[in-house]
Protein backbone atom coordinates (compact mmCIF):
# COMPACT_ATOMS: atom_id res chain seq x y z
CA UNK A 1 0.00 0.00 0.00
CA UNK A 2 0.86 3.81 -0.61
CA UNK A 3 2.59 5.05 2.23
CA UNK A 4 0.66 8.04 2.44
CA UNK A 5 -1.97 5.57 2.79
CA UNK A 6 -0.61 4.10 5.65
CA UNK A 7 -0.13 7.27 7.42
CA UNK A 8 -3.62 7.98 7.09
CA UNK A 9 -4.57 4.71 8.30
CA UNK A 10 -2.68 5.25 11.51
CA UNK A 11 -5.32 8.28 12.07
CA UNK A 12 -8.27 6.32 11.10
CA UNK A 13 -10.20 4.67 14.73
CA UNK A 14 -11.27 1.07 14.41
CA UNK A 15 -14.69 0.68 13.94
CA UNK A 16 -15.31 3.63 12.54
CA UNK A 17 -17.62 5.63 9.80
CA UNK A 18 -15.82 6.51 6.98
CA UNK A 19 -16.33 8.31 3.53
CA UNK A 20 -13.54 8.18 1.19
CA UNK A 21 -14.04 11.23 -1.33
CA UNK A 22 -12.81 10.23 -4.40
CA UNK A 23 -11.86 6.85 -3.73
CA UNK A 24 -9.86 5.82 -6.63
CA UNK A 25 -9.62 1.82 -6.99
CA UNK A 26 -10.80 1.24 -3.68
CA UNK A 27 -7.33 0.44 -2.02
CA UNK A 28 -7.62 2.34 0.95
CA UNK A 29 -11.43 1.88 1.72
CA UNK A 30 -10.50 -1.89 1.53
CA UNK A 31 -7.62 -1.97 3.76
CA UNK A 32 -10.27 0.08 6.61
CA UNK A 33 -12.66 -2.32 6.33
CA UNK A 34 -9.99 -5.16 6.38
CA UNK A 35 -7.93 -3.90 8.85
CA UNK A 36 -10.17 -1.52 10.81
CA UNK A 37 -13.19 -2.78 10.20
CA UNK A 38 -14.62 0.51 9.32
CA UNK A 39 -17.91 1.41 7.62
CA UNK A 40 -18.34 3.29 4.74
CA UNK A 41 -18.72 4.56 1.52
CA UNK A 42 -16.48 5.57 -1.40
CA UNK A 43 -17.48 8.43 -3.77
CA UNK A 44 -16.00 7.96 -7.49
CA UNK A 45 -16.49 9.03 -10.90
CA UNK A 46 -14.32 7.03 -12.92
CA UNK A 47 -15.75 4.02 -14.60
CA UNK A 48 -12.94 1.74 -14.45
CA UNK A 49 -12.32 2.76 -10.36
CA UNK A 50 -15.72 1.78 -9.66
CA UNK A 51 -15.46 -1.92 -11.27
CA UNK A 52 -12.13 -2.25 -9.22
CA UNK A 53 -14.24 -0.76 -5.96
CA UNK A 54 -16.90 -3.35 -6.34
CA UNK A 55 -14.52 -6.11 -7.26
CA UNK A 56 -12.78 -5.36 -4.10
CA UNK A 57 -15.99 -5.43 -1.93
CA UNK A 58 -15.84 -1.49 -1.36
CA UNK A 59 -19.53 0.39 -1.18
CA UNK A 60 -18.84 2.81 -4.09
CA UNK A 61 -21.28 5.15 -5.07
CA UNK A 62 -20.91 7.24 -8.36
CA UNK A 63 -20.92 10.81 -7.83
CA UNK A 64 -19.29 13.81 -9.30
CA UNK A 65 -18.50 16.14 -5.83
CA UNK A 66 -17.08 18.86 -7.79
CA UNK A 67 -21.37 18.99 -9.86
CA UNK A 68 -23.37 17.70 -6.52
CA UNK A 69 -21.14 18.05 -3.51
CA UNK A 70 -21.78 16.26 -0.77
CA UNK A 71 -25.20 17.80 -0.09
CA UNK A 72 -26.79 14.37 -0.20
CA UNK A 73 -25.46 13.86 2.65
CA UNK A 74 -26.32 14.11 6.22
CA UNK A 75 -24.46 15.81 8.70
CA UNK A 76 -22.17 14.59 11.35
CA UNK A 77 -22.55 11.21 9.41
CA UNK A 78 -19.11 9.78 9.54
CA UNK A 79 -16.31 9.64 11.50
CA UNK A 80 -14.00 10.55 9.32
CA UNK A 81 -13.89 11.79 5.87
CA UNK A 82 -11.19 11.30 3.52
CA UNK A 83 -9.97 13.07 0.81
CA UNK A 84 -6.35 12.18 -1.02
CA UNK A 85 -5.54 13.87 -3.86
CA UNK A 86 -8.02 15.64 -5.35
CA UNK A 87 -8.57 18.80 -3.19
CA UNK A 88 -6.69 20.73 -5.84
CA UNK A 89 -8.75 19.55 -8.91
CA UNK A 90 -11.86 20.94 -7.20
CA UNK A 91 -13.61 24.18 -8.22
CA UNK A 92 -14.39 25.37 -4.70
CA UNK A 93 -11.85 23.73 -2.40
CA UNK A 94 -12.26 25.54 0.10
CA UNK A 95 -16.31 25.10 0.13
CA UNK A 96 -15.29 21.17 -0.28
CA UNK A 97 -13.54 21.21 2.84
CA UNK A 98 -16.41 22.74 4.65
CA UNK A 99 -18.84 20.65 3.20
CA UNK A 100 -16.25 17.72 4.83
CA UNK A 101 -16.80 18.67 8.49
CA UNK A 102 -20.06 19.14 8.13
CA UNK A 103 -19.97 15.32 7.51
CA UNK A 104 -17.51 14.49 9.72
CA UNK A 105 -16.03 15.07 12.63
CA UNK A 106 -12.63 14.70 11.38
CA UNK A 107 -10.97 15.25 7.56
CA UNK A 108 -8.06 14.43 6.38
CA UNK A 109 -6.52 15.73 3.30
CA UNK A 110 -3.78 15.75 1.17
CA UNK A 111 -2.86 17.67 -1.42
CA UNK A 112 0.36 18.28 -3.55
CA UNK A 113 2.28 20.96 -2.17
CA UNK A 114 2.86 23.87 -5.05
CA UNK A 115 6.08 25.05 -3.26
CA UNK A 116 7.93 22.20 -2.60
CA UNK A 117 11.65 22.80 -3.61
CA UNK A 118 12.14 21.50 -7.04
CA UNK A 119 8.70 23.12 -8.43
CA UNK A 120 10.37 25.89 -7.04
CA UNK A 121 13.55 25.86 -9.14
CA UNK A 122 11.49 24.32 -12.28
CA UNK A 123 9.65 27.45 -12.42
CA UNK A 124 12.71 29.72 -11.73
CA UNK A 125 14.87 28.24 -13.89
CA UNK A 126 12.65 27.20 -17.27
CA UNK A 127 9.88 29.97 -16.57
CA UNK A 128 6.87 27.78 -17.33
CA UNK A 129 4.92 25.48 -15.09
CA UNK A 130 6.52 22.93 -13.14
CA UNK A 131 5.98 19.10 -14.44
CA UNK A 132 7.16 16.18 -11.52
CA UNK A 133 5.72 12.98 -10.78
CA UNK A 134 3.39 14.56 -8.12
CA UNK A 135 2.23 17.05 -11.17
CA UNK A 136 2.38 15.29 -14.24
CA UNK A 137 0.03 17.81 -16.45
CA UNK A 138 0.71 20.74 -18.70
CA UNK A 139 -0.77 23.71 -17.16
CA UNK A 140 -3.74 23.47 -20.61
CA UNK A 141 -4.60 19.96 -19.50
CA UNK A 142 -4.42 19.57 -15.83
CA UNK A 143 -7.26 18.49 -13.54
CA UNK A 144 -5.53 20.47 -10.47
CA UNK A 145 -6.98 24.07 -11.03
CA UNK A 146 -6.47 25.21 -7.72
CA UNK A 147 -2.63 24.12 -6.51
CA UNK A 148 -1.82 25.17 -3.01
CA UNK A 149 1.03 25.30 -0.76
CA UNK A 150 1.04 24.09 3.21
CA UNK A 151 1.00 27.39 3.86
CA UNK A 152 -2.18 28.78 1.25
CA UNK A 153 -3.76 25.56 3.27
CA UNK A 154 -2.77 26.61 6.79
CA UNK A 155 -3.72 29.85 6.14
CA UNK A 156 -7.28 28.89 4.86
CA UNK A 157 -7.50 26.51 7.75
CA UNK A 158 -6.86 29.81 10.18
CA UNK A 159 -9.50 31.92 8.45
CA UNK A 160 -12.17 28.89 8.18
CA UNK A 161 -11.66 28.12 12.16
CA UNK A 162 -10.23 24.67 11.22
CA UNK A 163 -7.87 23.18 13.59
CA UNK A 164 -5.17 21.03 12.10
CA UNK A 165 -4.72 18.24 14.55
CA UNK A 166 -1.99 16.44 12.02
CA UNK A 167 0.00 16.89 10.08
CA UNK A 168 2.61 15.72 7.81
CA UNK A 169 4.47 15.65 4.66
CA UNK A 170 6.33 13.52 2.66
CA UNK A 171 8.33 12.94 -0.38
CA UNK A 172 7.16 11.43 -3.82
CA UNK A 173 7.37 8.12 -2.88
CA UNK A 174 4.98 9.17 -0.03
CA UNK A 175 8.00 8.30 1.99
CA UNK A 176 8.42 10.03 5.60
CA UNK A 177 11.64 11.45 6.39
CA UNK A 178 12.69 13.38 9.08
CA UNK A 179 14.52 16.00 7.24
CA UNK A 180 11.27 17.13 5.59
CA UNK A 181 9.95 18.60 8.79
CA UNK A 182 12.85 21.24 9.28
CA UNK A 183 11.44 22.96 6.38
CA UNK A 184 7.70 22.02 5.49
CA UNK A 185 6.92 24.21 2.55
CA UNK A 186 10.10 23.64 1.14
CA UNK A 187 10.71 20.10 1.43
CA UNK A 188 7.54 18.63 1.34
CA UNK A 189 6.07 17.07 -1.82
CA UNK A 190 3.21 15.75 -0.77
CA UNK A 191 1.01 17.32 2.47
CA UNK A 192 -1.02 15.15 4.64
CA UNK A 193 -3.62 16.92 6.50
CA UNK A 194 -5.78 15.76 9.63
CA UNK A 195 -8.65 18.21 10.58
CA UNK A 196 -11.48 18.74 12.31
CA UNK A 197 -13.69 22.07 13.37
CA UNK B 1 -33.21 -20.30 -34.93
CA UNK B 2 -29.95 -20.96 -33.14
CA UNK B 3 -28.31 -23.58 -35.36
CA UNK B 4 -26.29 -25.01 -32.15
CA UNK B 5 -27.09 -23.83 -28.63
CA UNK B 6 -24.18 -20.65 -28.12
CA UNK B 7 -21.86 -21.85 -25.44
CA UNK B 8 -22.71 -19.38 -23.17
CA UNK B 9 -26.78 -20.09 -23.10
CA UNK B 10 -28.67 -22.09 -20.54
CA UNK B 11 -29.21 -24.48 -23.06
CA UNK B 12 -33.13 -25.55 -23.76
CA UNK B 13 -35.20 -25.02 -21.25
CA UNK B 14 -38.75 -26.49 -19.73
CA UNK B 15 -40.98 -23.98 -17.68
CA UNK B 16 -42.54 -25.51 -15.03
CA UNK B 17 -45.85 -24.72 -13.14
CA UNK B 18 -46.94 -24.97 -9.64
CA UNK B 19 -50.41 -24.55 -7.86
CA UNK B 20 -50.76 -22.89 -4.57
CA UNK B 21 -54.10 -24.02 -2.39
CA UNK B 22 -53.09 -21.74 0.19
CA UNK B 23 -55.39 -18.40 -0.41
CA UNK B 24 -53.70 -15.21 -0.78
CA UNK B 25 -55.12 -11.93 0.53
CA UNK B 26 -54.03 -8.91 -1.76
CA UNK B 27 -53.12 -5.75 -0.77
CA UNK B 28 -56.21 -4.39 -2.54
CA UNK B 29 -58.22 -6.59 0.03
CA UNK B 30 -59.40 -9.16 -2.27
CA UNK B 31 -58.60 -12.79 -2.15
CA UNK B 32 -57.84 -15.15 -4.56
CA UNK B 33 -58.59 -18.66 -3.31
CA UNK B 34 -55.58 -20.76 -5.30
CA UNK B 35 -53.65 -20.00 -7.92
CA UNK B 36 -50.49 -20.91 -10.59
CA UNK B 37 -47.36 -19.71 -11.12
CA UNK B 38 -45.22 -20.76 -13.90
CA UNK B 39 -41.70 -20.15 -14.02
CA UNK B 40 -38.16 -21.60 -14.89
CA UNK B 41 -35.28 -22.42 -13.23
CA UNK B 42 -31.27 -22.56 -14.94
CA UNK B 43 -28.55 -24.37 -13.04
CA UNK B 44 -28.80 -26.36 -10.05
CA UNK B 45 -29.60 -25.35 -6.35
CA UNK B 46 -26.68 -26.82 -4.16
CA UNK B 47 -26.93 -28.96 -1.14
CA UNK B 48 -27.85 -26.00 1.12
CA UNK B 49 -29.87 -24.00 -1.34
CA UNK B 50 -27.21 -21.07 -0.60
CA UNK B 51 -26.83 -19.95 -4.51
CA UNK B 52 -30.13 -19.55 -5.38
CA UNK B 53 -31.55 -16.15 -7.18
CA UNK B 54 -34.68 -14.44 -8.08
CA UNK B 55 -35.11 -12.68 -11.59
CA UNK B 56 -38.01 -10.31 -11.54
CA UNK B 57 -39.64 -9.68 -14.70
CA UNK B 58 -40.50 -5.93 -15.89
CA UNK B 59 -43.90 -4.87 -17.33
CA UNK B 60 -44.29 -6.93 -20.24
CA UNK B 61 -42.33 -9.63 -19.13
CA UNK B 62 -42.55 -13.64 -18.33
CA UNK B 63 -40.86 -16.27 -16.83
CA UNK B 64 -38.57 -17.59 -19.91
CA UNK B 65 -35.59 -15.38 -18.95
CA UNK B 66 -33.07 -16.83 -20.38
CA UNK B 67 -32.38 -19.59 -23.30
CA UNK B 68 -34.64 -21.42 -25.45
CA UNK B 69 -37.58 -23.28 -25.76
CA UNK B 70 -36.59 -25.21 -28.16
CA UNK B 71 -34.34 -25.23 -31.45
CA UNK B 72 -36.69 -23.50 -33.51
CA UNK B 73 -36.93 -20.37 -31.43
CA UNK B 74 -35.54 -17.29 -32.87
CA UNK B 75 -34.91 -15.48 -29.81
CA UNK B 76 -33.86 -16.97 -26.48
CA UNK B 77 -35.41 -15.52 -23.60
CA UNK B 78 -35.67 -12.03 -22.68
CA UNK B 79 -32.61 -11.24 -20.54
CA UNK B 80 -30.09 -13.60 -21.92
CA UNK B 81 -27.41 -11.62 -22.49
CA UNK B 82 -27.04 -11.30 -18.53
CA UNK B 83 -28.22 -14.97 -17.52
CA UNK B 84 -26.01 -18.61 -18.27
CA UNK B 85 -22.19 -19.62 -18.23
CA UNK B 86 -19.62 -16.66 -17.88
CA UNK B 87 -22.12 -14.24 -17.69
CA UNK B 88 -22.73 -12.08 -15.02
CA UNK B 89 -25.34 -13.72 -13.61
CA UNK B 90 -23.70 -17.27 -14.00
CA UNK B 91 -25.84 -20.40 -13.80
CA UNK B 92 -22.39 -22.39 -13.35
CA UNK B 93 -22.24 -20.54 -9.72
CA UNK B 94 -26.13 -20.04 -9.26
CA UNK B 95 -29.61 -21.31 -9.03
CA UNK B 96 -31.77 -18.98 -11.03
CA UNK B 97 -35.28 -18.99 -10.63
CA UNK B 98 -37.41 -16.63 -13.08
CA UNK B 99 -41.22 -16.57 -12.83
CA UNK B 100 -44.13 -14.94 -14.55
CA UNK B 101 -45.67 -13.03 -11.66
CA UNK B 102 -49.75 -13.01 -10.71
CA UNK B 103 -51.83 -11.59 -12.83
CA UNK B 104 -49.63 -11.98 -15.79
CA UNK B 105 -50.55 -13.65 -19.16
CA UNK B 106 -47.89 -16.44 -19.93
CA UNK B 107 -48.60 -19.16 -17.39
CA UNK B 108 -49.72 -17.73 -13.82
CA UNK B 109 -52.87 -16.99 -12.83
CA UNK B 110 -54.13 -14.03 -14.17
CA UNK B 111 -57.00 -11.96 -16.19
CA UNK B 112 -56.87 -14.91 -19.06
CA UNK B 113 -57.36 -17.63 -16.36
CA UNK B 114 -60.74 -19.14 -15.31
CA UNK B 115 -61.88 -18.13 -12.06
CA UNK B 116 -62.68 -21.68 -9.57
CA UNK B 117 -65.72 -19.22 -8.49
CA UNK B 118 -67.39 -19.17 -11.84
CA UNK B 119 -66.05 -21.20 -14.18
CA UNK B 120 -65.41 -18.87 -16.66
CA UNK B 121 -62.45 -16.15 -17.32
CA UNK B 122 -61.27 -13.73 -14.55
CA UNK B 123 -61.13 -11.24 -17.43
CA UNK B 124 -61.88 -7.63 -16.01
CA UNK B 125 -62.89 -9.40 -12.48
CA UNK B 126 -58.96 -10.37 -11.82
CA UNK B 127 -57.87 -8.43 -8.73
CA UNK B 128 -55.42 -5.88 -9.03
CA UNK B 129 -52.09 -6.60 -8.05
CA UNK B 130 -49.54 -5.16 -6.68
CA UNK B 131 -45.40 -5.19 -6.01
CA UNK B 132 -46.21 -6.59 -2.55
CA UNK B 133 -48.06 -9.10 -3.23
CA UNK B 134 -46.17 -10.51 -5.73
CA UNK B 135 -42.98 -10.47 -3.26
CA UNK B 136 -45.49 -12.40 -1.28
CA UNK B 137 -46.21 -14.97 -3.92
CA UNK B 138 -42.44 -15.12 -4.88
CA UNK B 139 -41.94 -15.81 -0.92
CA UNK B 140 -44.38 -18.70 -1.22
CA UNK B 141 -42.57 -20.31 -3.98
CA UNK B 142 -39.38 -20.02 -2.84
CA UNK B 143 -41.04 -22.03 -0.06
CA UNK B 144 -41.62 -24.80 -2.18
CA UNK B 145 -38.43 -24.92 -3.75
CA UNK B 146 -36.41 -25.21 -0.88
CA UNK B 147 -34.56 -22.10 -0.78
CA UNK B 148 -35.06 -20.25 2.59
CA UNK B 149 -32.85 -17.30 1.33
CA UNK B 150 -31.92 -15.73 -1.76
CA UNK B 151 -28.17 -14.91 -2.74
CA UNK B 152 -30.00 -11.94 -4.90
CA UNK B 153 -33.30 -11.09 -5.87
CA UNK B 154 -32.40 -9.22 -9.23
CA UNK B 155 -34.52 -7.11 -11.33
CA UNK B 156 -34.96 -4.08 -13.80
CA UNK B 157 -37.61 -1.28 -14.10
CA UNK B 158 -40.43 -2.84 -12.33
CA UNK B 159 -38.18 -6.05 -11.44
CA UNK B 160 -36.11 -3.64 -9.93
CA UNK B 161 -38.75 -2.57 -7.54
CA UNK B 162 -39.99 -5.89 -6.58
CA UNK B 163 -36.36 -6.37 -5.49
CA UNK B 164 -36.68 -2.89 -3.48
CA UNK B 165 -39.75 -4.35 -1.80
CA UNK B 166 -37.93 -7.62 -0.80
CA UNK B 167 -35.75 -6.21 1.03
CA UNK B 168 -38.22 -4.70 3.22
CA UNK B 169 -40.51 -6.83 3.57
CA UNK B 170 -38.20 -10.14 3.78
CA UNK B 171 -35.04 -8.95 5.18
CA UNK B 172 -33.87 -12.03 6.25
CA UNK B 173 -34.30 -13.78 3.31
CA UNK B 174 -32.56 -12.21 0.88
CA UNK B 175 -28.94 -10.95 0.83
CA UNK B 176 -28.56 -8.67 -1.70
CA UNK B 177 -30.47 -6.47 -4.04
CA UNK B 178 -29.66 -5.60 -7.50
CA UNK B 179 -32.01 -2.59 -8.84
CA UNK B 180 -31.34 -1.84 -12.40
CA UNK B 181 -32.82 1.11 -14.53
CA UNK B 182 -35.61 1.28 -11.53
CA UNK B 183 -37.18 4.20 -8.69
CA UNK B 184 -38.57 3.73 -5.62
CA UNK B 185 -41.74 5.48 -7.26
CA UNK B 186 -43.03 6.90 -10.46
CA UNK B 187 -43.07 10.21 -11.48
CA UNK B 188 -46.58 11.95 -12.62
CA UNK B 189 -44.98 11.84 -16.10
CA UNK B 190 -44.80 7.87 -15.68
CA UNK B 191 -48.07 7.69 -14.01
CA UNK B 192 -49.49 9.89 -17.31
CA UNK B 193 -48.21 7.60 -20.18
CA UNK B 194 -49.66 4.60 -17.95
CA UNK B 195 -52.70 6.03 -17.85
CA UNK B 196 -52.01 7.05 -21.62
CA UNK B 197 -51.71 3.35 -22.30
CA UNK B 198 -54.41 2.63 -20.45
CA UNK B 199 -56.81 5.01 -22.41
CA UNK B 200 -55.88 3.63 -25.35
CA UNK B 201 -56.58 -0.08 -24.53
CA UNK B 202 -59.95 0.85 -22.53
CA UNK B 203 -60.67 3.11 -25.61
CA UNK B 204 -60.68 0.53 -28.19
CA UNK B 205 -64.81 -0.16 -28.97
CA UNK B 206 -63.26 -4.32 -28.86
CA UNK B 207 -62.59 -3.76 -25.03
CA UNK B 208 -66.37 -4.25 -24.08
CA UNK B 209 -65.07 -3.11 -20.49
CA UNK B 210 -62.51 -6.17 -20.34
CA UNK B 211 -65.01 -8.56 -21.32
CA UNK B 212 -63.38 -8.89 -25.40
CA UNK B 213 -63.86 -12.42 -25.02
CA UNK B 214 -66.92 -12.63 -24.72
CA UNK B 215 -67.05 -11.37 -27.76
CA UNK B 216 -64.30 -12.99 -29.41
CA UNK B 217 -62.59 -10.40 -29.94
CA UNK B 218 -59.33 -8.45 -28.49
CA UNK B 219 -58.72 -4.58 -28.00
CA UNK B 220 -56.02 -4.90 -30.58
CA UNK B 221 -55.87 -1.10 -31.66
CA UNK B 222 -55.65 0.30 -28.26
CA UNK B 223 -52.94 -2.24 -26.98
CA UNK B 224 -50.96 -1.26 -30.06
CA UNK B 225 -51.61 2.08 -29.22
CA UNK B 226 -50.59 1.42 -25.66
CA UNK B 227 -46.73 -0.80 -26.71
CA UNK B 228 -45.84 2.03 -29.35
CA UNK B 229 -46.57 5.00 -26.59
CA UNK B 230 -44.72 3.07 -24.23
CA UNK B 231 -41.45 1.44 -26.75
CA UNK B 232 -41.11 5.45 -27.54
CA UNK B 233 -40.14 5.97 -23.39
CA UNK B 234 -37.88 2.99 -23.55
CA UNK B 235 -35.96 4.49 -26.17
CA UNK B 236 -33.65 7.45 -26.15
CA UNK B 237 -33.70 9.99 -28.74
CA UNK B 238 -30.26 8.97 -29.96
CA UNK B 239 -30.83 6.17 -30.06
CA UNK B 240 -34.44 6.13 -32.63
CA UNK B 241 -32.47 8.50 -34.18
CA UNK B 242 -29.30 6.12 -35.08
CA UNK B 243 -31.61 3.20 -35.46
CA UNK B 244 -34.26 5.15 -38.13
CA UNK B 245 -33.29 8.91 -38.25
CA UNK B 246 -35.91 10.39 -41.08
CA UNK B 247 -35.09 7.07 -43.12
CA UNK B 248 -38.16 7.24 -45.20
CA UNK B 249 -39.81 3.78 -46.73
CA UNK B 250 -40.42 5.69 -50.15
CA UNK B 251 -38.09 8.71 -51.78
CA UNK B 252 -40.70 11.41 -51.40
CA UNK B 253 -43.67 12.45 -49.21
CA UNK B 254 -47.29 11.04 -49.90
CA UNK B 255 -48.81 13.76 -48.31
CA UNK B 256 -51.07 11.43 -46.40
CA UNK B 257 -51.33 9.67 -42.98
CA UNK B 258 -50.21 6.21 -43.83
CA UNK B 259 -46.91 4.94 -42.49
CA UNK B 260 -44.05 6.68 -44.75
CA UNK B 261 -41.42 7.49 -42.04
CA UNK B 262 -39.54 4.16 -40.97
CA UNK B 263 -40.09 4.89 -37.47
CA UNK B 264 -43.55 4.62 -37.72
CA UNK B 265 -43.13 1.16 -39.53
CA UNK B 266 -41.14 -0.08 -36.56
CA UNK B 267 -43.58 1.08 -33.88
CA UNK B 268 -46.71 -0.21 -35.61
CA UNK B 269 -44.78 -3.39 -36.13
CA UNK B 270 -43.57 -3.79 -32.72
CA UNK B 271 -46.91 -3.06 -31.17
CA UNK B 272 -48.73 -4.80 -33.49
CA UNK B 273 -46.66 -8.19 -32.32
CA UNK B 274 -46.84 -6.97 -28.98
CA UNK B 275 -51.15 -7.14 -29.02
CA UNK B 276 -50.87 -10.03 -30.55
CA UNK B 277 -49.23 -12.23 -27.68
CA UNK B 278 -50.04 -9.63 -25.23
CA UNK B 279 -53.46 -9.77 -22.66
CA UNK B 280 -55.29 -5.65 -22.57
CA UNK B 281 -56.14 -6.85 -18.78
CA UNK B 282 -52.41 -7.86 -17.88
CA UNK B 283 -51.62 -4.78 -20.26
CA UNK B 284 -53.98 -2.92 -17.37
CA UNK B 285 -53.02 -4.20 -14.44
CA UNK B 286 -49.43 -4.39 -14.39
CA UNK B 287 -49.11 -0.66 -15.23
CA UNK B 288 -51.61 -0.07 -12.25
CA UNK B 289 -49.06 -2.40 -10.13
CA UNK B 290 -46.15 0.26 -11.57
CA UNK B 291 -48.35 3.26 -10.57
CA UNK B 292 -49.07 2.13 -6.92
CA UNK B 293 -45.61 1.29 -6.24
CA UNK B 294 -44.32 3.70 -3.58
CA UNK B 295 -42.91 1.49 -0.31
CA UNK B 296 -42.50 4.42 1.61
CA UNK B 297 -46.12 5.17 2.00
CA UNK B 298 -47.22 2.55 4.84
CA UNK B 299 -43.98 4.52 6.53
CA UNK B 300 -45.03 8.05 6.48
CA UNK B 301 -44.28 8.60 3.23
CA UNK B 302 -40.32 8.69 4.62
CA UNK B 303 -38.63 6.11 2.13
CA UNK B 304 -35.32 5.73 4.82
CA UNK B 305 -38.04 4.58 7.54
CA UNK B 306 -39.35 1.54 5.04
CA UNK B 307 -35.62 0.75 3.93
CA UNK B 308 -34.58 0.85 7.38
CA UNK B 309 -35.69 -3.01 8.03
CA UNK B 310 -33.42 -4.02 4.79
CA UNK B 311 -30.55 -6.04 6.25
CA UNK B 312 -28.97 -6.63 2.42
CA UNK B 313 -26.56 -5.34 0.13
CA UNK B 314 -27.66 -3.41 -2.52
CA UNK B 315 -26.29 -2.79 -6.34
CA UNK B 316 -28.35 0.03 -8.06
CA UNK B 317 -27.36 0.34 -11.48
CA UNK B 318 -28.79 3.58 -13.93
CA UNK B 319 -28.74 4.34 -17.67
CA UNK B 320 -27.36 7.65 -18.45
CA UNK B 321 -30.37 7.99 -21.53
CA UNK B 322 -32.76 6.43 -19.64
CA UNK B 323 -35.90 9.05 -19.29
CA UNK B 324 -38.12 6.39 -17.97
CA UNK B 325 -36.79 5.83 -14.58
CA UNK B 326 -34.11 8.52 -14.91
CA UNK B 327 -30.65 8.33 -13.09
CA UNK B 328 -31.90 10.82 -10.63
CA UNK B 329 -34.87 8.55 -9.67
CA UNK B 330 -31.56 5.81 -8.68
CA UNK B 331 -30.01 8.14 -6.81
CA UNK B 332 -32.63 9.33 -4.89
CA UNK B 333 -33.12 5.36 -3.96
CA UNK B 334 -29.12 5.48 -3.07
CA UNK B 335 -29.57 8.90 -0.65
CA UNK B 336 -31.83 6.85 1.18
CA UNK B 337 -29.62 3.91 1.55
CA UNK B 338 -26.74 6.34 2.66
CA UNK B 339 -29.67 7.89 4.94
CA UNK B 340 -30.82 4.45 6.01
CA UNK B 341 -26.90 3.21 6.87
CA UNK B 342 -27.38 0.70 4.04
CA UNK B 343 -24.39 -1.10 2.24
CA UNK B 344 -25.06 -0.02 -1.15
CA UNK B 345 -23.11 0.78 -4.53
CA UNK B 346 -24.22 2.64 -6.87
CA UNK B 347 -22.98 3.44 -10.67
CA UNK B 348 -24.54 5.24 -13.62
CA UNK B 349 -23.68 3.61 -16.55
CA UNK B 350 -23.42 5.68 -19.73
CA UNK B 351 -25.40 3.86 -22.83
CA UNK B 352 -27.29 5.33 -25.92
CA UNK B 353 -30.02 3.01 -25.72
CA UNK B 354 -32.94 3.91 -23.16
CA UNK B 355 -34.36 2.23 -20.59
CA UNK B 356 -33.85 -0.77 -22.73
CA UNK B 357 -30.14 -0.50 -21.80
CA UNK B 358 -30.72 -2.58 -18.94
CA UNK B 359 -31.49 -5.76 -21.64
CA UNK B 360 -28.60 -4.59 -23.59
CA UNK B 361 -25.14 -5.98 -22.74
CA UNK B 362 -22.89 -3.03 -22.67
CA UNK B 363 -18.86 -3.83 -21.97
CA UNK B 364 -19.01 -1.73 -18.68
CA UNK B 365 -22.41 -2.53 -17.42
CA UNK B 366 -21.54 -6.09 -17.61
CA UNK B 367 -18.21 -5.92 -15.86
CA UNK B 368 -19.99 -3.64 -13.14
CA UNK B 369 -22.77 -6.33 -13.24
CA UNK B 370 -20.33 -9.05 -12.67
CA UNK B 371 -18.38 -7.79 -10.37
CA UNK B 372 -21.47 -7.48 -7.91
CA UNK B 373 -22.29 -11.16 -8.68
CA UNK B 374 -18.52 -12.04 -8.31
CA UNK B 375 -18.93 -10.54 -4.39
CA UNK B 376 -22.38 -12.19 -3.82
CA UNK B 377 -20.97 -15.68 -5.48
CA UNK B 378 -17.99 -15.05 -2.62
CA UNK B 379 -20.81 -15.13 0.06
CA UNK B 380 -22.13 -18.58 -0.50
Same mark, same amino acid.
Given at each position: MRADLKIIEQWVKPGSRVLDV?????TLLQHLQENKQVKGYGLEISASNITSCINKGVNVLEQNVDEKGLSNFQSNRFDTVIMTQALQALRQPDVMLDEMLRLGKECIVTFPNFAYWRTRAYLMQKGRMPISKALPYTWYNTPNIHLCTFKDFEALCVQKNIHILDRTVVDKEHQDRWFIHMWPNMLGEIAIYRVTR | MPETLPIDSVGLVTPQTIHFDQPLTLQCGKVLPEYDLIYETYGELNSDASNAILICHALSGHHHAAGYHSLSDKKPGWWDSCIGPGKPIDTSRFFVVSLNNL????? $? %?? !? %? $?? @? !? =? %? @? =???? !??FPVVTVKDWVISQARLADKLGINTWAAVIGGSLGGMQALQWSIDYPERINNAVIIASTPKLTAQNIAFNEVARKAITSDPAFHDGRYFDHNTIPQKGLMLARMVGHITYLSDAAMGEKFGRDMRNKAFKFGYDVEFEVESYLNYQGERFSENFDANTYLLMTRALDYFDPAKEYDNQLENALAKALCKFMVISFSTDWRFSPERSEILVDELVKADKQVSYTEIDAPHGHDAFLIPTPRYMDVFSAFMNRVAKEI
Amino acid at each position: MRADLKIIEQWVKPGSRVLDVGCGDGTLLQHLQENKQVKGYGLEISASNITSCINKGVNVLEQNVDEKGLSNFQSNRFDTVIMTQALQALRQPDVMLDEMLRLGKECIVTFPNFAYWRTRAYLMQKGRMPISKALPYTWYNTPNIHLCTFKDFEALCVQKNIHILDRTVVDKEHQDRWFIHMWPNMLGEIAIYRVTR | MPETLPIDSVGLVTPQTIHFDQPLTLQCGKVLPEYDLIYETYGELNSDASNAILICHALSGHHHAAGYHSLSDKKPGWWDSCIGPGKPIDTSRFFVVSLNNLGGCHG $S %TG !P %T $SI @N !P =A %T @N =AQYG !PEFPVVTVKDWVISQARLADKLGINTWAAVIGGSLGGMQALQWSIDYPERINNAVIIASTPKLTAQNIAFNEVARKAITSDPAFHDGRYFDHNTIPQKGLMLARMVGHITYLSDAAMGEKFGRDMRNKAFKFGYDVEFEVESYLNYQGERFSENFDANTYLLMTRALDYFDPAKEYDNQLENALAKALCKFMVISFSTDWRFSPERSEILVDELVKADKQVSYTEIDAPHGHDAFLIPTPRYMDVFSAFMNRVAKEI
